[in-house]
């Protein structure tokens, strides 16, 4: 079955630089979540998108934006990149199929280094 | 504190065994809750979802007692494919969707 794509897969940053990351959901699944799981800890909520709005925010810096696509598909930008950045970057997606919008079902993370 | 807690572990198990996993929330808004496994520098991969009534899913059970806002993991005959993280995961309805919150995960470790 498809899964989450997410690219790039790694990514190598210095200070002060932008990235972007991206997210496909998996097919018919409208909704995204961004999270973020530094070394050593749990995934932390970024923000999440349904049918193409912002529905939810969490610990996101105003430093990151991010946006959903007509096709679903789902971009974080950041900017003014940090040290403290560096981490694991997860999407994930749920919809309205077995299981319904409660199980999200996460990519393979991009790990993002900040040099 | 954390509004999901689990015991960090490591459990180290030998294999055959039958292991149980706790965890505790806090929020009691909280709404549905899961199990995830993840393994190293891997993403998180759900196991179950989490019923009052319980759920089987062949060596793996989950409980939830709501009165008392603790969750279960029960596995049994462990395999040395089980070690992992396990995240006890609770979702909270946000204003217009759902986001989940993890707790630390509980590290099991099977060997031979």
């Known amino acids: 079955a498809a899964g989450v794509i997410q690219s790039p897969r790694h990514l190598i940053k210095e200070k002060r630089e932008t990235a972007t990351l991206k997210c496909y959901p998996i097919?018919?699944?409208?909704?995204v979540y961004w999270y973020q799981q530094g070394p050593g800890q749990d995934p932390q909520f970024l923000i999440s998108f349904y049918e193409k709005m912002q529905s939810d925010k969490g610990s996101i810096p105003d430093r990151f934006s991010a946006q959903q696509f007509s096709d679903y598909h789902s971009e974080l930008n950041m900017s003014s990149l940090e040290l403290g950045d560096s981490a694991l970057y997860f999407c994930?997606?749920?919809?309205?199929?077995?299981?319904?919008?409660?199980?999200?079902?996460f990519g393979p993370g991009t790990r993002l280094t900040v040099l | 504190r954390k509004e999901v807690e689990q015991d960090p572990g490591p459990f180290n198990v030998p294999e055959g065994a039958t292991v149980a996993f706790n965890c505790t929330y806090s929020n009691s808004a909280s709404q549905s809750f899961f199990w995830y496994r993840q393994d190293c520098r891997k993403e998180p991969k759900l196991l179950m979802s989490?019923?009052?009534s319980g759920n089987e899913d062949g060596r793996f059970t989950a409980q939830l007692n709501r009165a008392s806002q603790y969750i279960s993991l029960l596995i049994r005959d462990s395999k040395l494919s089980d070690s992992a993280t396990y995240l006890c995961v609770a979702l909270k309805d946000g204003n217009a969707g759902n986001m989940l919150t993890f707790g630390g995960g509980t590290r099991l470790m099977v060997k031979p």
């Open positions: 994930a997606s749920s919809g309205r199929l077995a299981g319904g919008y409660n199980e999200q079902f």
């Open positions: 989490v019923y009052s």
């Open positions: 097919p018919r699944h409208d909704t």
